[in-house]
């Protein structure tokens, strides 16, 4: 007999703007992980975190001694693995993945056409019990020329055609900066839909944290049953970050 709540997933998706409010205002790292541990998600992908970076440290008497995604990830999420996409003198950020299951396999997918704007997309493997079945995971951040993120979603679609078996569960979530939609159709063609446009038919809208009105973050699934979405503006969230999160609850 199967247990439906065994197999359920909650996924959160968030810019998290290094730590920061709109505009750099003030360093609300520390709320924004009380905020993300009450949504008690399985597995958060995390666009704009910081590895390190010595400056800030300096600066912020709250900087945490652990990287972002650690100091994010600690106690709740056993797993986490991070892409280091721009390093700069003074440290580096990057996409991350906090997990309750076990990463089995990872991999940091250079995507970048321009030197002066690194990209990457966060692969995670990811085994989830009690079948231990494989999920797909892609933590993504485009970047922000239309030409750019066409030839960027091109190479994540031929990662998924490699490495994705088309009976296995898939998630791509993260900042798109994808105003003009063009996203969903290149996606659709592998079989991805977009939970929000198949729950409320339409993207969400999530920038400006404060007065969400473009659509630039999504969450793409392939292989599972869309139960919930769901975009976390009201408070504290629109101060934590210049984007809004969105949440999902899917089932295998």
């Known amino acids: 007999m199967r ?28 709320e924004l992980r009380d905020a993300v541990r009450s949504t008690h998600a399985d597995l958060v992908f995390l666009q704009e975190v ?15 001694e652990l990287p972002q995604y650690e100091f994010l990830a600690e106690s709740m999420w056993p797993q986490f693995a991070y892409g280091r996409n721009a390093v700069y003198q003074e440290g580096d950020h990057g996409n991350a993945l906090l ?16 030197r002066v704007e690194r990209r ?6 990811i085994r989830v019990p009690p079948a231990d079945r494989d999920l797909h995971a892609y933590c993504v951040h485009l ?5 750019d993120r066409a030839k960027q979603l091109g190479r994540m679609t031929e990662h998924v055609a490699a490495q994705v078996p088309q009976d296995s569960a898939l998630i791509i979530a993260g900042d798109f900066n994808d105003w003009r939609e063009r996203a ?12 929000f446009l198949e729950q409320t038919q339409a993207s969400a809208r999530t920038f400006p944290g404060r007065l969400p009105l473009l659509k ?7 292989g599972v049953r869309i139960e919930q979405a769901d975009v976390l503006k009201t408070a504290p969230w629109p101060h934590l970050s210049d984007h809004v999160p969105l949440y999902s609850q899917v089932s295998l």
């Open 120 to 125: 990457g997309i966060l692969y995670c493997r």
């Open 184 to 195: 969903t159709g290149t996606l659709e063609r592998i079989g991805a839909r977009e939970v």
């Open 216 to 222: 630039l973050d999504r969450i793409y699934v392939r």
């Open 3 to 30: 247990d439906d709540a065994a197999h359920a997933l909650r996924v959160l998706t968030i810019n998290t703007h290094k730590g920061f409010t709109a505009f750099n205002r003030a360093f609300v790292l520390p």
């Open 50 to 64: 910081h590895g390190e970076h010595e400056g800030h440290a300096r600066r912020w008497s709250r900087w945490p």
């Open 99 to 114: 997990s309750k299951y076990p990463i089995v396999e990872y991999e940091n997918i250079d995507v970048s056409v321009r």
């Open 143 to 147: 970047g922000l020329k239309e030409k």
